[in-house]
């Protein structure tokens, strides 16, 4: 009785032992896996840096299936964002939309995990990345749908820095935004698109109107003069050029601050307020 309780004493204590070498084990081979993990990451960071991105893919990818084997998902969101950024970078290089499309791929993976409730600012990037992929795809094929795509994932993006108060990542996003409502002008809906554009180019320059950097406040102003006057040929309309010249006047007063450093912007400025004013010209002689 007293040998049959001592191998029982013996079992119970090997099985102790055994579970907790294993517990132990587990857990530096799980840790010694994040940190390899983490390494490669950085190299892969490194080398989309130096625009080694194929490098870099391939990187991704093997972290991806090792993950995957693992069963270990702590770093995925990274991985695959990575990986969209990779793809992205080529598919803006090379004009290459099988690439674009591997980003919008990766990026829908890494939405997966930094998901708007979880990781609103993460989610918030994607989008921000989404919005740039979508447009340049436009460029490639499937116009129209690509780019309702693109304006949706940069308003998602603009949801959550306007949310945040962030005027200035809001305004650069909404400049974006009006971008592609100005590039979707030139083929369908001109007059609604070109007033959706200059909608968003005004809220951009409210956002942006005490940036530190004056250029993007600038270019929210230029950009909506720039539809303006598209919008005055348009619809035959004096008051749009007018609208015009008063944002080129307000854009000129912010450049003269510094006109040393804006000198090549103060030129181009006054010629296109010049030819602006010819264009006014020419269209009160004929409407007369």
Not at 57 to 79: N, T
Not at 152 to 172: F, L, R, T, V
Not at 217 to 245: G, Q, W
Request: proline share 1%; net charge positive.
């Amino acid at each position: 009785m007293r040998y049959s309780m001592k191998i029982s004493k013996t079992i119970i204590l090997l099985i102790f032992i055994i579970t907790t070498s294993w517990f132990f084990y587990n857990k530096y081979r799980n840790q010694t896996f994040k940190e390899e993990v983490k390494e490669k990451l950085t190299i892969a960071e490194n080398l989309r840096n130096k625009e080694q991105n194929e490098e870099a893919i391939q990187i991704y990818g093997r972290l991806f299936e090792r993950m995957r084997s693992h069963k270990d998902m702590s770093h995925i969101g990274a991985v695959v964002f990575g990986l969209g950024e990779s793809h992205l970078n080529i598919g803006i290089k090379n004009a290459d939309a099988s690439h674009l499309e591997k980003a919008i791929e990766a990026y829908g993976e890494a939405i997966k995990f930094y998901t708007k409730k979880n990781y609103p600012e993460n989610f918030a990037s994607i989008q921000n990345e989404l919005g740039i992929t979508y447009k340049r795809l436009a460029e490639l094929k499937d116009r129209d749908k690509n780019i309702e795509e693109s304006i949706k994932a940069y308003s998602e993006a603009y949801e959550y820095a306007d949310k945040n108060k962030n005027q200035q990542k809001s305004g650069e996003l909404l400049i974006n935004i009006g971008t592609v409502y100005n590039t979707l002008a030139k083929y369908k809906d001109k007059e609604q698109n070109l007033l959706l554009a200059i909608q968003a180019y005004s809220n951009a320059a409210k956002n942006l109107k005490f940036s530190k950097d004056p250029t993007i406040y600038c270019l929210a102003l230029n950009n909506s003069a720039f539809a303006f006057r598209e919008l005055s040929v348009l619809k035959n309309n004096t008051k749009y050029l007018h609208d015009a010249i008063a944002l080129y006047k307000m854009e000129l007063a912010v450049l003269k601050t510094d006109p040393s450093i804006f000198k090549e912007h103060i030129e181009t400025l006054n010629s296109n307020i010049e030819e602006t004013n010819k264009t006014l010209s020419k269209m009160n002689k004929i409407g007369k």
